[in-house]
């Protein structure tokens, strides 16, 4: 699949925050977290920071979220429900990846991931990220553990 990745826009944003997940991944639905929704919605956070993803119809299917933080870029993603399982998720990660490094010129990216979330753990572990610890988070009405990992980038 190809992606094309754009800046964030109001309708993009509405449409991410209408997905649902099914099972245990209803967890990553954004109305499970009310102040991520709000992060989602607000367009003064989407410069630089979020971006819509579409495939060659034009068709959203993803969205990422970096944030800079030293000289290491924390990486927040989501792919549409619908496409989740299906083998797309190297690629889509790759996609946003190379976007993050020609703008922000990272050491490292990093990112966060609910620990009963093995299928993503998976993924990312074979797109060269390595476990950095674990921190026990609120969010979602609850404290769950996450696992942070780290991945260098290649010089």
């Known amino acids: ?50 971006f819509a993803v579409t495939d060659k119809r034009e068709e959203l299917v993803g969205f990422f979220c970096f944030e800079r933080d030293g000289d290491s870029v924390a990486v927040g993603l989501g792919l549409r429900p619908d496409l989740t399982g299906r ?28 620990t009963f979330n093995e299928r993503a753990i998976r993924l990312y572990r074979k797109a060269g990220f390595t476990d950095a610890g674990t921190t026990m988070n609120q969010t979602n009405g609850g404290e769950y553990e996450f696992l942070r990992m780290l991945r260098r980038v290649r010089p």
Do not use: C, K
Request: glycine share 6%; no cysteine.
């Open 1 to 50: 699949m190809t992606f094309r990745i754009q800046p964030m826009d109001e309708q993009a944003a509405r449409a991410f925050a209408d997905w649902h997940y099914d099972g245990v991944y209803a967890f990553y639905d954004m109305d499970q977290d009310p102040e991520d929704l709000e992060e989602l919605l607000d367009p003064e956070n989407w410069p630089d920071s979020y």
């Open 87 to 114: 083998g797309l998720g190297r690629a889509f990660l790759e996609a946003g990846l190379s976007l993050a490094e020609g703008r922000f010129r990272p050491a490292a990216f990093t990112l966060s991931v609910a």
